[in-house]
């Protein structure tokens, strides 16, 4: 309807680097426009009927930092896409995925793959060692029910996390205890019944959001004592709270237990 289609072309006064951006939300695009320029930065092809990423479909752009793909019919994107591209950040949401692709993008930092119901399995170990830069990921709204967790072992660089509406469930002891710039984590309706130090242990986590699932107590969040800021905790089952459960979180600021079970609620002290 909206045709919205235009050819941007930004100058950047401060260095010789200039930012070129593609953009054509038409709807009506099924592959590749052949009249992108080879400096494009960024393209941003949403919104369209593409179904598929053939080989090196991208490696032209040899300054591409930025493939806004998502609401595409996608059901494939080749390993290579994006080789001899700068790719940094890949926006893929709400298309028809099954898995996260694997892809040689060795400077990818941001993925986003929010709304995939046709993802069910994650195996975290692996898409850590494959993206090992990445900082940002956004798996919410998927079915992840099955996870691999690296436990401790590697080093993790993701920084910003959001698994909410998944079926996780249960994650498995250690999950996420080896991302140490792990900083704000969102688990929001996954099923989890149990949460707590456990998971999380050496992260830096300030925002912690854990609201609509089924914690029946409230977490022990020692660890992250000195970082967390932000805890939401609402609508949950959590039966009571503890003047200990507060002991060391010394720099929260924002806590929300709304919607839970609270029938004994010790004197909490203003911090
Ligand atoms: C956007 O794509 C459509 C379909 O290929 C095309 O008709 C239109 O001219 C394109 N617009 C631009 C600015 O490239
Ligand atoms: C990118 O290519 C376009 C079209 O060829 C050109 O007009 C523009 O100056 C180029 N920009 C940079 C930063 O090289
Ligand atoms: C990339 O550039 C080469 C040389 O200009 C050209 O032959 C080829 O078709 C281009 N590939 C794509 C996918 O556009
Ligand atoms: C992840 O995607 C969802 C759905 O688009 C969005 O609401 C949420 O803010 C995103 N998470 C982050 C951390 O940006
Ligand atoms: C995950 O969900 C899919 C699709 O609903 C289902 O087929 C599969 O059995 C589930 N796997 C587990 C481990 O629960
Ligand atoms: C990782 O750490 C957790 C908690 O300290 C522990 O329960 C788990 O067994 C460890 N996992 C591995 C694979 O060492
Ligand atoms: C968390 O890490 C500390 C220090 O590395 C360790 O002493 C403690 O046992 C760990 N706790 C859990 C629950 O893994």
Known sequence: MAQLALLLIFGFSSSCNGYFVYLNRSGTISEIPSNIPTNATKID??????????????????????????????????????????????????????????LNA????????QGHP???????????????????????????????????????????????????NTLSNGAMNSWRRLSFLYLEETGLSTFGCSYINDTELIILKLSRNHLTEFPDLQCVGQT?????????????????????LVTLVSLDLKANRISRLDEIYYM
């Open 45 to 102: 092809l949403r919104n369209n009927i593409i179904s598929s990423f053939g080989p090196r479909a991208f490696s032209n752009f040899t300054s591409l930092l930025m493939l806004e793909a998502s609401e595409n019919p996608l059901v494939s994107i080749d390993y290579t896409t994006f080789e001899d591209t700068k790719i940094d950040n890949l926006i893929l949401a709400y298309t028809q995925l099954t898995q996260i692709p694997d």
């Open 106 to 113: 060795p400077s990818l930092r941001h993925l986003h793959m």
């Open 118 to 168: 046709g993802i069910t399995h994650v195996d975290f170990v692996h898409l850590t060692l494959l993206y090992s830069r990445l900082r940002f990921l956004n798996v919410s709204i998927c079915s992840i029910n099955y996870t691999r967790w690296p436990e401790n072992t590697t080093e993790v660089t993701i920084k910003n996390f959001d698994l909410t509406r998944n079926d996780l």
């Open 228 to 248: 967390l800021e932000i805890l939401g905790l609402a609508r949950n089952l959590i039966t009571a709270v503890a003047k200990e459960d507060f002991r060391d």
